[in-house]
């Protein structure tokens, strides 16, 4: 009988951010993995104390001094593998996870006197403390603040570096080949030349719109009890303004304050953000999928030294182009739960249901999978050197798109009244469509058709390379 691998210690994982990925997908575990919410969700708990207690909105509470103040803060900043432990074992008993948090944040108190360890720094009145630790909160007004405090972190501080890098990979590419010529294809057909940096360009434009709708993420939270309404609030303390207490409260964690809720934030924002990581992953996908498609043509070499890695297991000439394929893969895993994430949590029954909870779950894996692959597409276009001799070849190979420049050149002429200038895209299609013509053959044609001397000797001096327009000037229209 085989072994039952899930004994096996260390325990292995079953996904991949997890196991064969996690080096990558790693500094996430900091923001988005279910020991970081907990941590997040103490952090709220214990600045909303000391909130309460430094605006003296609780009639008889002590003032904390400066010890105490640091006391508690400490025990978000402190948390280790022995608060994940306790945790874990307060939640096996409560079955349920905000409880458990609370219950920590007590037990701290409890410890207050004998880990501060003098009276100056009075560890008993925080352990009096008690029933200030969760006062005036649903399990939603801790959980909301601390989902956003994870997400704000994860996309700040982890996912936007990586897509800023992947844009600066790209403009090293782009700075280097603005120039370079490259014949297009339109419909897999050949087409009017460009330019390998204004191509990049173009990809490096919509990344950076969509990052920058990631980077005005507005991180909603709300502070409102069990329905919204402030109701137990305003019944235990009817001086207090609450809409204005709350309101400062969240802007002090760093996020914007949402007014108007359920028992749950409503997580607009959230499907927004979502929406905006999702689109970002898809003009990633495509830039990853034209990177293969280069690599295919031979436009792009891959550099063997920078990729360091093997091809087929039997065919020793291949090395393929595995980080754009990773990518691809990776990011349509990204948006698949992406897409979901908007599409669900946005509706909830009535006041409140519990689906949003498991849904919620999944946020670090969703931006694991985009993280994976952005950071497998900029190690693939650094691992790749334009084949500018290639792109010669076929540019010298394929005359037939100068017919667009000439057939223009013939419009404008006849609209200005210049005689046998007739018939422009007829006459081209009859000399270029299904024929393969060389420079001779075109400056021949061109010779014939009696332009004005400036036109002709214009179009003589076209060739399929220098025939770009102004495609290297546009590449400094990037996020403009």
């Known amino acids: 009988m085989s072994i039952d691998l899930s004994t096996i210690q260390p325990s292995i994982a079953l996904g991949p951010l997890d196991g064969r990925y996690r080096r990558v997908a790693a500094p996430l575990v900091n923001h988005l993995s279910e020991p970081a919410l907990n941590r997040a969700r103490v952090h709220v708990e214990v600045e909303w104390l000391i909130f309460l207690l430094d605006h003296q909105l609780l009639p008889g509470a002590p003032q904390l001094t400066d010890a105490q103040r640091d006391y508690l803060r400490s025990i978000a900043e402190d948390f280790d593998a022995d608060a994940i432990a306790w945790i874990a074992q307060a939640e096996a ?10 219950y920590y944040v007590k037990h701290r108190l409890d410890n207050a006197p004998a880990d501060l360890d003098g009276v100056e720094l009075d560890g008993e009145k925080l352990k009096a403390l008690h029933e200030v630790v969760h006062i005036f909160c649903t399990s939603e007004d801790v959980n909301n603040l601390a989902y956003a405090l994870g997400i704000k972190g994860a996309v700040e501080q982890i996912w936007l570096p990586a897509a800023r890098k992947l844009e600066d990979q790209l403009q090293v590419m782009i700075q280097a080949h603005s120039a370079t010529p490259m014949l297009a294809r339109t419909h897999g057909q050949p087409a009017t030349p460009t330019t390998v940096g204004k191509e990049l360009a173009v990809f490096a434009h919509r990344l950076s719109r969509q990052r920058r709708c990631v980077e005005a993420t507005e991180y909603l939270g709300k502070m409102n009890g069990a329905t919204g309404t402030y109701a137990a609030h305003v019944v235990a303390l009817p001086n207090v303004d609450w809409l204005a207490v709350t309101k400062e409260f969240v802007g002090s964690l760093g996020l914007e304050w949402n007014p108007l809720t359920t028992q749950i934030e409503s997580y607009d924002w959230q499907a927004d953000l979502y929406a905006h990581v999702a689109h970002y992953n898809r003009v990633a996908h495509n830039l990853a999928t034209d990177a293969w498609t280069y690599i295919s043509m031979d436009y792009f070499h891959q550099n063997l030294q920078a990729q360091g890695s093997t091809g087929s297991s039997t065919m020793p000439h291949k090395v393929n182009p595995i980080r754009f394929e990773n990518a691809e893969a990776n990011l349509e895993v990204s948006c698949a ?89 007829e006459r081209l299609k009859e000399l270029t469509r299904g024929h393969k ?16 001397a400036e036109e002709e000797k214009r179009l003589l001096a076209l060739t399929p390379a220098n025939y770009v327009g102004v495609a290297p000037m546009l590449t400094q229209y990037i996020g403009k």
């Open 437 to 452: 013509i060389d420079g001779s053959s075109m400056r021949c044609f061109i010779k014939e058709l009696g332009l004005p």
């Open 337 to 425: 739960l992406l897409d979901n994430l908007a599409q669900t949590l946005t509706t909830s029954r009535m006041q409140r249901d519990l689906t949003d909870s498991s849904t919620k779950r999944t946020i670090g894996v969703a931006l694991g999978h985009s993280l994976l692959a952005l950071n497998n597409l900029r190690r693939g276009l650094e691992g790749v050197d334009v084949n500018a001799s290639k792109m010669r070849a076929d540019l010298e190979n394929n005359w037939e798109v100068l017919g667009e420049a000439v057939q223009q050149t013939m419009r404008v002429l006849a609209i200005a009244g210049v005689k046998g200038m007739e018939d422009p895209y």
């Open 93 to 102: 008993q409560t079955r349920h996870d905000v409880k458990a948090v609370e």
